[in-house]
């Protein structure tokens, strides 16, 4: 069993930067594939970012390539999303996932494993 807890969400302008961080329980972290989602009003939940877990790996959603970066802190049980370049449309609640199915191409999350989100707004 793991819980998530994100933060870091906030305010900016378009062109800004934010870091979000999501903290997670349980000794096993460092064994989980982690993911980012994000979550739009009246827009369905969607991939943005995944790493895995040694932190070899990571794929990207194409909308966030170039601008985002995923990384993780095992011994701090921590995984990050530096957001970088923000748009007013990457305005939503970030939710970052445990333990999902890590793909060279994507990432599906594990549905028993999600955080409650933090928001994200980018003002034009």
């Known amino acids: 069993q793991v819980q998530l807890v994100e933060s870091g969400g906030g305010l900016v302008q378009a062109g800004g930067s934010l870091r979000l961080s999501c903290a997670a329980s349980g000794r096993t972290f460092s064994r989980y594939d982690m993911g980012w989602f994000r979550q739009a009003p009246g827009k369905e939940r969607e991939f943005v970012a995944a790493?895995?877990?040694?932190?070899?790996?990571?794929v990207y959603a194409d909308f966030v390539k170039g601008r985002f970066t995923i990384a993780r802190d095992n011994a701090k049980n921590t995984v990050y999303l530096q957001m970088n370049s923000l748009k007013p449309e990457d305005t939503a609640v970030y939710y970052c996932?445990?333990?999902?199915?890590?793909?060279?191409?994507?990432?599906?999350?594990?549905?028993?494993?999600w955080g409650q989100g933090t928001q994200v707004t980018v003002s034009s």
């Open positions: 996932n445990a333990d999902g199915t890590y793909d060279s191409g994507s990432y599906y999350p594990n549905s028993d494993y």
């Open positions: 790493i895995r877990w040694n932190g070899r790996s990571t």
